[in-house]
Nanobody, 124 residues
Framework: QVQLVESGGGLVQAGGSLRLSCVAS????????MGWFRQAPGKEREFVAA????????AYADSVKGRFTISRDNAKNTVCLQMDSLKPEDTAVYYC?????????????????WGQGTQVTVSS
């Protein structure tokens, strides 16, 4: 059973940066892709970014392209999300997710395990 633990959330002013990390443990040899999703109050969970462990292919939501960067450290079983030029509308709980799907899934159905989430709040 893969377990995911996120860290790095917090409060930042608009235009600032945050870096989220997610450490995976347990059964990591099965990792295919990791993703980040977010969920704001009253809204559905939405895709943010994803990366394939092998080869490093990535995918981003249009709303974060050019501002967010996803990366992975295979040796440490860690995936990071560098968030720059943050906007108030980026405020949400951010979730790390693990997928056994071949490819880089961009929907919640493509992921099999989820972290507990970390709050990101961007003030205007």
């Amino acid at each position: 059973q893969v377990q995911l633990v996120e860290s790095g959330g917090g409060l930042v002013q608009a235009g600032g940066s945050l870096r989220l990390s997610c450490v995976a443990s347990g059964g990591t040899f099965n990792l295919y892709a990791m993703g980040w999703f977010r969920q704001a109050p009253g809204k559905e969970r939405e895709f943010v970014a994803a990366i394939k462990w092998s080869g490093g292919s990535t995918a981003y939501a249009d709303s974060v392209k050019g501002r967010f960067t996803i990366s992975r450290d295979n040796a440490k079983n860690t995936v990071c999300l560098q968030m720059d030029s943050l906007k108030p509308e980026d405020t949400a709980v951010y979730y790390c997710a693990w997928s056994r799907t071949i490819g880089v899934p961009t929907t919640t159905r493509g992921y099999d395990q989820w972290g507990q989430g970390t709050q990101v709040t961007v003030s205007s």
